[in-house]
């Protein structure tokens, strides 16, 4: 895992051509698009676990997307996981019916769907930080 990434890669070799398949979650997905803009600002080696040089401007961008994936989606993808593994639940569609599941469980489902739009909120606004940066602007 770098930089907090956690999505499944799957190489497939057909003939003579390869092909690189990338499972992840739609917060997932945000996160490492994000990541990859940033990247190319502040240079590839971020997704080696390298810092930005001394002094750039980015530098908590960086560390904030790195929190944000190894703490804060882990945490909910785990808590998500639990939930839907439960019997009874199991196969329910639950992220875009809560009221499917049994009453006991929708307060738990309402706070992990809340902490999933914060999350991508929080992407959303960090990548309009990039552009800033682009622009010459400095990070608040």
């Known amino acids: 895992m770098h930089s907090g990434y956690c999505g499944v890669h799957v190489h497939i070799k057909v003939r003579r051509a390869f092909a690189e398949v990338q499972i992840r979650t739609s917060a997932q997905s945000m996160w490492a698009n994000a990541y990859e803009s940033l990247a190319d600002i502040v240079g590839r080696d971020i997704r080696y676990d390298k810092d930005p040089p001394d002094g750039h401007p980015a530098a908590a961008v960086v560390q904030q997307l790195q929190h944000l994936s190894?703490?804060?989606?882990?945490?909910?993808?785990?808590?998500?996981?639990?939930?839907?593994?439960?019997?009874?639940?199991?196969?329910?569609?639950?992220?875009?019916?809560?009221?499917l599941l049994p009453e006991d469980l929708v307060p738990a489902a309402d706070s992990l769907l809340a902490l999933?739009?914060?999350?991508?909120?929080t992407l959303i606004d960090i990548e309009a930080d990039f552009h800033a940066l682009k622009r010459g602007m400095v990070f608040e």
Request: hydrophobic residues 40%.
């Open 116 to 121: 999933k739009a914060s999350i991508l909120t």
């Open 70 to 99: 190894i703490k804060v989606i882990a945490s909910v993808e785990e808590r998500e996981q639990r939930l839907a593994s439960r019997p009874e639940v199991h196969g329910l569609p639950w992220a875009t019916n809560i009221d």
